[in-house]
Each structure stands twice: as C-alpha cells, then as structure tokens.
C-alpha cells in the first residue's frame, strides 16, 4: 500500500464560554486537518490544535509544514511503515509536532481502516472500557469556580482540574472551596501552566497539600526540570510535567531528576501516537502514571486520543474535553459522551465519519 495524496484543510469552532489560561483567552479553535488516500482508496483522516503560546506553531505554520515539507516527503511511502515515516519527517524539519501529530493520526486511521480494525487494536488494544474525562475550568472568580464545579459535578464529572496563573493564593482558595463543598466526591487537580517560579510553587503547593489535591501540573517554566524535582521534593502532592515533555528524550530527563510522578501525554505538541508511545513506555517502566493532555482538539482529533487513552495501562485520567467546549464539528456524529466518560468506539480507524462539506481549505 502506498500514500498517493496528502490534503490539509482548516476548520474553526467558536467555543461555548471563553477559556482562560495563564498563556490566554479564547473564543474560538482552529484545527488543521489532514487527510491520507492510499492507492488502495483509502482514506484517513487526522485533526490537530496548534497553540502558539505554549509551543510555538499556530495553525498557519502548521499547515505550510505539513504541505511544503512533510507531504512531498509522505507521497509514495508505505503507510505501515510508521518508523521510517516517523524518522524522515524528523529529518526533514525537525519539530513542528502539532503538524506531525495531524499526519500521524491520519496514517493511523488509515491503517487501522485498511484493516477493519479500531485503532486501539494497534496500539495495546482496549485496556480501559470507559476513558474518563476531568472538567476543566479556566481562571475565574472563586465564587464562579465554585458554581462550574457544581455543573460538573452533577452531569457526571468525578473530577475537576482548575487552571492557575501568577496569583497563586486564588487558586488555593479555589481549590479550599470545592474540597470544603464537596469532600472526597470531586477530585481536583491544578494547572499552573509554568506560571510560578520555584519558591512560589512551594509556597502554593505546600498550602495545597492539606486539600488532597490530585496532582499540580507544570508549576514552573518549562525549562526548569531541576526546579521541578525541588518543589517534587518539598511537598506531597503529586507533581505533573507537561510542556516540559515535547520528546521521549525528555520524559528520561524527568525520570532522571526524579522531576515528576505524572507526565502529562499531550500527544499534539509530542508529534502524534507513534512518538507518544515511546513516551508512554518510559513513563510506565518508571513507575509514572500518565494523563491524556488536550490542546482543545474536536472529535476527530480528540477519537483518536480516546483510543490511546484506552490502550494506555497506567492512564490516571484525561483532559479531553474539546468536543465538550466545541459548538461546532467538523464530524457527521458526535464522540459518545455522558457522565464524564467517554465510549471507546469499535468501528475501523478512529471510528468517526469525516463531513468533508465542513472542510475549508486555506
Ligand atoms: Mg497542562
């Protein structure tokens, strides 16, 4: 089987609420979207959210990687021929891995398809039935905090992540709130999205120990692995590394320095399921869990990552909630979705249908 055509096409969401992060607000998502035809007559199709303000690549450098430099580069190959492919995409631009990771979910629904088979039976197969999803809530007022968390809470949500920036005191009142409301029923997880410096993520986290919290993500900037494991080692809450993971390689830096005990799997801006995997396999040798991180991708993009999730031994939970925040689709159906789970789907490839009508191109 060979890869005859490689497409790019765009598609925008407005979102239902405006999401604030420490990098941001937004109101809309755009995904860039590749679709694979094989000579067979095959087709696939894959769906990433480039974020700019954490990584580096928005949607327009991700679609001029994927047409100038990746597609010719893609055109005549094999697409089982997943290494190979993984290894000349990195040798032809190193990086850009929102625009990797949109070609390689493609050539996975196109395998899996060409074989009638659900993606996760590529992958390890289903070893979680439900993949489990926790609320995640943008920065707001306390009070406002508090109110999301009650809507989640009662549409079935068991989990609660809140993102944080530089005023680290609201998110400890935040999060004082929700556990005195809610006890052990809602677990809550922070986000601080590299907002704080060493000294004032022990300051927040040491005030957070007390609540039971599930886990802080990526407290301190990127870069700092070595800040990472000091604040590991001066509190007791578990400490995730997100944007510090862009590469296998680094998942061994955070091994080494003892830097985590969650590594967050963000598979856009890790290049897709194919890097992912290698990244998994380190995270499970080293006795760390693993969370299914989400740029916001819709339910094609988001389909494929519920099949990883779902083949993931020691997954602790996700942040796929995308298609929940997305008032628009770029797929005939929606993902199956109720009570903060989702179904992992059994058709071939990722199991979603494609509305091309809703396809635009540059
Ligand atoms: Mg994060």
Known sequence: MRIVEVQVFRFSSPLRDVFTTAFYSSSVKESVIVKLRSDDGVVGFGESTPFQYAFGENADIST??????????????DPFNLEEISTVM?????????????VDFALYDLIAKSLGLPLHR??????VEKVPVAWVIGIKEV??????????????FREVK??????????VDAVKAIKERFGDELEVRVDANQSWSVDEAKRAISRLDRYDVQAVEQPVPAWNIEGLAEVRMSVSTPIMADEAIRTPSDAIRIVKAEAADILNLKIGPQG??????????????????????????????TGAMVHFASATKNLLSTDLVGPLLRAERVTVQPLNFAEGFYEVLEKPGVGVEVDETRLKGR
């Open 143 to 156: 009070d406002r905090v508090v109110e999301e968390a009650e809507r989640a809470k009662s549409s079935g």
């Open 272 to 301: 897709g399921i194919y890097r992912c995997l290698k990244t998994r396999a380190i995270a499970e040798a080293a006795g760390l869990k693993c969370v299914i991180g989400s740029c916001l991708e819709g339910h094609l993009g």
């Open 64 to 77: 001029y990687v994927i047409e100038r430099q990746l597609a010719p580069k893609l055109v005549g190959r």
């Open 90 to 102: 990195e040798k032809t631009i190193p990086g850009f891995y929102y625009a990797k990771c949109a």
């Open 122 to 127: 590529l992958i390890g197969g289903k070893n």
């Open 162 to 171: 809140l993102k944080a920036d530089r005023r680290w005191r609201r998110v």
